[in-house]
């Protein structure tokens, strides 16, 4: 879509006016058409997501909302939009994490996590957006305090993303982001060694990628200073301020054509001027 194009060139405020649009002009088509009515809901979620880019989190939340809403109305009569109201809860769970409403963000991510079980039919490798709905719910069980659980989520989402991983760069870099997800619950339970080889086998995963999924960066910003952190926990402080240097410079270049990045950098920051300290 042009929205997405927008997206892809840095271009976040048009990409939120593209989607506006769209939005618009399948609100005027939608009513008593159940297909038409989820491609509606296809295209509130997708504002939802642009809200986002821009920090714009309530906006985000209210465009989620309602696109869950009416998949769910639609989902009895199209079957085939189940894996759209999957992936919507899964978008819905954030952003209600986002505002700290965890017991809402748990309950998402739970009924995520059964629709993908429904449709994998006993196959959990069969769709990478049930790895991720799996690693999400461990992210809210962890801001729960519900470590064990978190953890056997997070190894599972890892497991089947590890499985996944031959399927270009884009499966390699989810199975990046739950390997840094992997060590901060084994971190949270006093695990380092595990904590610590995780985190490195992310941060080496998001190297050989590079700059080829120019989203991904952000992630690889994100391992970096989490390995930093891990690095500092066995008294490597040389390499972890590295890491941080490192981390806070990509976050400097990508905050800038993305706001939603901006606390990230603020937080990198920080930890980087600890580190120094540190050293």
């Known amino acids: 879509s042009l929205s997405d194009i927008y997206q892809a060139l840095g271009r976040a405020r048009d990409a939120l006016v593209a989607a506006e649009e769209s939005a618009r002009i399948y609100s005027g088509l939608a009513a008593g ?3 038409i009515r989820a491609d509606y809901a296809m295209a509130l979620n997708h504002l939802g997501i642009r809200h986002r880019e821009l920090a714009q989190y309530d906006e985000a939340l209210a465009c989620t909302e309602q696109a869950a809403e009416i998949y769910r109305e639609t989902a009895a009569e199209l079957p085939v939009v189940r894996p759209n109201l999957a992936n919507t809860l899964t978008n819905l769970g954030g952003f209600y994490s986002h505002h700290g409403r965890h017991d809402d ?3 998402c991510a739970e009924e995520s996590v059964r629709i993908w079980q429904e449709l994998t039919g006993g196959r959990p490798d069969a769709h990478p957006d049930f790895a991720g709905a799996l690693m999400n719910l461990g992210m809210y069980y962890a801001e729960a305090d519900r470590r064990d659980e978190a953890l056997a989520l997070t190894e599972k989402s890892a497991g089947l993303y590890r499985k996944l991983a ?4 884009p499966r390699r870099r989810d199975l990046a982001v739950a390997l840094t997800n992997l060590g901060l619950r084994y971190a949270s ?3 380092l060694g595990e904590a610590l080889r995780a985190a490195r086998e ?3 995963i998001f190297g050989e990628i590079g700059s080829a ?12 200073d989490t390995l930093g952190g891990r690095l500092t926990e066995v008294g ?3 390499e972890a301020v590295d890491l941080s240097e490192e981390s806070a410079r990509i976050y400097r270049e990508t905050a800038e054509h993305r706001p939603i990045l901006r606390p990230d950098l603020a937080r990198a920051l920080d930890n980087l001027g600890t580190r120094y300290a540190e050293a």
């Open 202 to 204: 992310s941060v080496r």
């Open 166 to 169: 031959g399927g270009g760069l």
């Open 189 to 191: 339970l006093g695990r």
């Open 105 to 107: 963000a748990i309950a």
């Open 33 to 35: 058409n159940p297909a």
């Open 213 to 224: 999924i120019p989203v991904a960066r952000a992630d690889h910003a994100f391992a970096l």
């Open 236 to 238: 490597q402080y040389r």
